[in-house]
């Protein structure tokens, strides 16, 4: 893929032992052969993309993968959140099986964190697990979903609730294709970034106060900064806790209530950031509430969230009782045990804490935040 860019290609390192694993960030890098040396040896290469993102970008990565493997195939999924289903999962089985697919294929994962997240469900789960590449196309997936291994599929019961941790071999985070990102998408991605800011690290948050115009405008170099700062931070976090059993909570800040957003309106209503970004001023007033930080700070974060282009006055998703509907969805939230839901908070600028709330108080939040 041609590129206008000088921006020097950038690594960021994952440190998880044998699944260790680098993530690539630069420009150019998604049509460029040399892009995919030294991954695991395979006949076989399976693209899994989507039907908006296949049209824009599978025939570079098609090419570019030509000379490594005897096949390349494809599978072009439906779009949306709405088919990260089984139903959808299932076309990638199909192709798998009906090419005759060994258990050294490679699966590449061309998409947003829908066909991320599926794609790595799919390679963990064929033939009891194949090696998978991320080649994330949207900025939410450059900066969060694509690194870390969680994958999953939704139930209509819950968000992402079926599925598994299991590790990409590279990340490559081409900087060229956010170009073709729709605005809305744009925003979704950036509040993900800002979440990296309020639960560990304040300069990082300045910084991006400072240059959210520049990355509305998707400058190349902003972009690069945040895409690579984001990526540092969630890798710190993994590399200390893989599986989750503490720590690696606390990147889950604001999406107890943007996944209840997300189910209760009905998946792809709002976006998965939108609800994040509505979700972390809630969170954010939640910790308000329990004198974890000052008011200040809520609305420096609202403000944010809002220049960034996402909402920050939650839906309603009940005409009769809107915080009880928001309480019951959150009950179904990973985090929750034997019933109690748990909070990602803000304790203090910089530092995030998971701990639980009585419902009055988060009723109370709810009627604040909602319209
Ligand atoms: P998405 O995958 O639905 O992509 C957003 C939209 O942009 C889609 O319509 C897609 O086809 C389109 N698109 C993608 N790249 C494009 C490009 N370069 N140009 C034009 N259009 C493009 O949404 P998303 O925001 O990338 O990911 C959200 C999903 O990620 C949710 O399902 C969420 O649960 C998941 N997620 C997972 C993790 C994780 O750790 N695994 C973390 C965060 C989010
Ligand atoms: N997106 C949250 C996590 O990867 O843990």
Redesign the pocket.
Known sequence: MASNSPLATQQVFIDLGERSYPIIIGAGLLGDPGTYLNLPAASSALIVS????AP??AQALQQALQGHYNQVLQVILP???AH?DWPTLQLIFDALLAKGCDRKTVLFAL???????MT?FAAACYMRGVPFVQV??????QV?????????I?HPLG??MV?AFYQPVRVICDLD??????PR?LS??LA?IIKYGPIADMAFLDWIEANIGALLAREPTALAHAVRRSCEIKAAVVGQDEREAGLRAI?NFG?TFG?AI?SGLG??QW???EG?GCGMVMASRLSQRLGLIDTAFVDRLRALVQRAGLPVVGPRLSATDNAGRYLELMRVDKKAEAGEIRFVLINGPGNATVRSASDALVREVIDACCE
């Open positions: 989507n039907d908006t993102v824009l970008y779009d949306g959140e990260k998409g947003g964190g829908v066909v991320g997240d790595g994330p196309t949207t900025l939410l997936a969060d979903s694509s690194v870390g291994g969680k994958t999953a939704n968000k992402n599925g294709v956010l170009q073709t990102l729709p998408e979704a991605g993900e990147l999406h996944h997300e998946y792809g976006l998965h950031g994040v």
